[in-house]
């Protein structure tokens, strides 16, 4: 293919290519250990993690004096298999990776660890969202948006949990920045037009997802649509991701001159209290 050099004037300028590359754009990170997921389950080497969940039982008021009423309750086993995986492989061919001005290897490997968190991210969104204890389904306005907020505090309250975050949708996250600027006192408003964050409301962590526009597949073969999904509720210790890392290497090219660049990740996903998830879908 003929190359065709920039021409200014009468003159050929010399084509160069810049060091730098130009980034990928990736999903907004939601999974925070603490508020949007726990990994305290997290043992040694392991392919399913079995925790004991003991009975809560109850106490009732007596007059003094009485004897002590003896009772034994079992206990439930809850299962985290680590039987998701997270896996991808790409090809750097010699010639290409001599002939750039720029670390192609170091790029490569950036990439396929963003993918790869795309992905997990993906699934955990969909897990949330297929095992939610309560879903609703309502129209949100910049009227209404945070007494959805306030609903999804109640409700998490009410099962006896404390909420540490809700995943909102960026069309919902713009509803509540409108909502802010019509009811908050000016000092915060002035912070809020400046960051354009709504870090808290009512207590409760808010955390804008730009990842609830897709279709997940699981790998049972079900599918989870998250493009209806205004919002997801939760307390952190609800849903459990425990993660190894099974593979993160640069390997010579078996059958070419070249580099291959691989990562894989087993994970285990389990919403290990349903009750404390609250899912809000378009009505």
Do not use: W
């Amino acid at each position: 293919m003929e190359h065709e050099f920039m021409k200014v004037n009468e003159s050929f300028v010399d084509t160069k290519f810049s060091s730098l590359v130009a980034p990928n754009f990736y999903d907004d990170n939601v999974l925070i250990n603490g508020l949007t997921y726990s990994n305290k389950y997290t043992e040694n080497a392991a392919g399913e993690i079995m925790v004991h969940k003991l009975q809560k039982g109850s106490v009732t008021a007596r007059k003094v004096g009485g004897r002590f009423t003896a009772e034994s309750l079992p206990d439930e086993l809850i299962n985290i298999p680590l039987d998701i995986e997270f896996s991808k492989s790409r090809e750097i061919f010699g010639v290409t990776d001599a002939m750039t001005a720029y670390s192609r290897v170091a790029a490569e490997v950036e990439i396929v660890a963003g993918i790869t968190r795309e992905a997990k991210q993906l699934y955990a969104l969909a897990t949330l969202v297929g095992n939610a204890g309560k879903t609703v389904t309502e129209t949100l306005t910049s009227e209404n948006a945070d007494d959805a907020i306030i609903a999804v505090r109640k409700y998490i309250k009410d099962q006896r949990g404390h909420i540490n975050a809700i995943i909102l949708s960026t069309e919902v996250y713009a509803l509540l920045l409108q909502s802010t600027e019509k009811k908050i006192t000016p000092i915060v408003n002035e912070d809020l037009r400046a960051r354009g964050v709504v870090n808290q409301l009512y207590g409760i962590a808010l955390i804008e997802c730009n990842a609830l526009d897709s279709e997940v597949t699981l790998i049972d073969g079900s599918k989870v649509d998250l493009t209806g999904v205004n919002m997801i509720g939760l307390a952190a210790d609800a849903f459990s991701i425990i993660d190894v890392l099974t593979a993160s290497r640069v390997l010579d090219g078996r059958d070419f001159v070249g580099k291959e660049v691989q990562l894989q990740v087993n994970t285990g996903m389990k919403v290990t209290n349903p009750e404390l998830v609250y899912v809000s879908k378009k009505a």
